[in-house]
């Protein structure tokens, strides 16, 4: 009996998606998402180009409490003291970027078709994107283990990411960009699991020796700006690409997921020169 019901949840769900990806209002926000995320990927293969023009001001940073070796060396013993933590933790550091927005954007507008948050959403993530990387551009601080050479996990040596995205910290806006758009979601199961990843990223990215303490705050910070400044916010888009039928937006949607792909792989695979 338990298993016909939960087979049948499952048929629901995949009715459910299914109808979402006929949905003209949806297909026009889901390729906003891809554009969106798209864009920022292009920014981080760009950036080698940009830096030059930043100014380095980790060594301002580092006269503020919590930013010496011996606090970032003992943040990291304790990860690596409880047992399995480390790796636990590697996986929220991974999944809270680009698996926290693809899941969240998932949630709330495939399965949920919850037009109103979505809007919201894709205004905060352009917000998060456009700031960060303005910030980035004018001024940069290296993270911690980059700064105190500690061997740590990490892809600093392709695009993926860059030791220079620090402060604010970009996973961290995400991450609580995606708890403030959830929240009213918080009673279902999943939104509160999404809930609870995002949440686990300050301390991911902290304890791991990738972000200093003020990275997470002022990411944090810049969040609750974010969502107090786009609430309510609607997505305008030319009429005439609500006039274009729906199989030519499934289209757009799925060459926007091969490209966002093909530079996700490049970003991680090609060595930075």
């Known amino acids: 009996m338990g298993s016909v019901m939960v087979s049948s949840e499952v048929r629901d769900s995949l009715k459910r998606i299914a109808s979402a990806v006929e949905d003209r209002e949806v297909l026009i926000r889901l390729d906003v998402f891809l554009l969106l995320y798209f864009g920022w990927m292009g920014f981080t293969v760009l950036y080698d180009l940009i830096k030059e023009h930043s100014r380095d001001v980790t060594s301002q940073l580092l006269r503020l409490p919590f930013t010496s070796r011996s606090f970032v060396v003992a ?3 304790v990860v690596h003291e409880v047992p399995g933590l480390y790796q636990f933790l590697h996986g929220v550091y991974y999944i809270g970027f680009t698996g926290s927005i693809a899941l969240t954007v998932f949630f709330i507008l495939l399965y949920w078709r919850d037009l109103g948050s979505a809007d919201e959403l894709a205004a905060r993530y352009l917000l998060a994107y456009s700031t960060c990387g303005i910030m980035y551009s004018l001024f940069h601080v290296y993270a911690p283990h980059y700064v105190y050479h500690i061997q740590v996990f990490s892809p ?5 990411t860059q030791p220079e995205f620090v ?4 996973h961290n806006t995400i991450a609580a960009v995606n708890i403030l758009t959830l929240w ?6 999943w939104g509160a699991l999404l809930i609870g990843l995002s949440s686990l990223v300050p301390f991911a990215t902290v304890l791991l020796a990738q972000h200093w303490v003020y990275d997470a705050l002022a990411g944090i910070l810049l969040a609750m700006a974010i969502g107090k400044a786009t609430e309510g916010h609607q997505i305008r888009v030319h009429e005439s690409i609500r006039r274009m039928h729906v199989s030519k937006l499934r289209m757009a949607m799925v060459l926007g997921f091969i490209a966002m792909a093909y530079i996700l792989i490049f970003a991680i695979t090609t060595p930075k020169s």
């Open 167 to 170: 402060l604010p910290s970009l």
């Open 75 to 77: 943040s990291l013993k």
């Open 156 to 160: 600093d040596e392709t695009y993926l």
């Open 184 to 189: 009213k979601h918080r009673k279902k199961i």
